[in-house]
């Protein structure tokens, strides 16, 4: 059994990959916040409380656990930051076989956070 301490250290580190994520093309966002709040739960009140009451990621959270689902503006917001950032990597990068991952992962990330959008 891990104890406090270590759940709240992968709760800070997941967290600060959720937000890495935020502007790398293919480090994804959501799994890493459900890991945060995961972690959190079991490491931390205050870091749960905190990251459940978060005034940007609160609610987006809460949603999804109770849902599994996304709505459609956190959707378009995810679509515009993965193939923002997937161009921008993909111009400053001259490999072939990079370029052509970096569009797989952010066409398979796109179609998966398709599947989420909460009709």
């Not at 940007?56 to 950032?85: C, H, M, P």
């Amino acid at each position: 059994m891990m104890s406090k301490g270590i759940w709240l250290f992968v709760g800070h580190i997941s967290f600060g990959l959720a937000m890495l994520g935020l502007v790398l093309p293919i480090l994804p966002t959501t799994p890493f916040l459900n890991l945060s709040d995961s972690a959190y739960r079991k490491g931390s009140y205050k870091g749960y409380t905190w990251l459940i009451q978060h005034p940007r990621w609160g609610s987006i959270i809460q949603a999804y656990l109770e849902t599994k689902k996304i709505d459609k503006r956190t959707f378009n917001v995810a679509l515009t930051l993965i193939w923002f950032s997937s161009a921008l990597s993909i111009k400053m990068i001259e490999s072939f076989e990079i370029r052509g991952f970096i569009m797989s992962a952010s066409l398979l990330l796109s179609a998966y956070l398709y599947t989420l959008i909460r009709k």
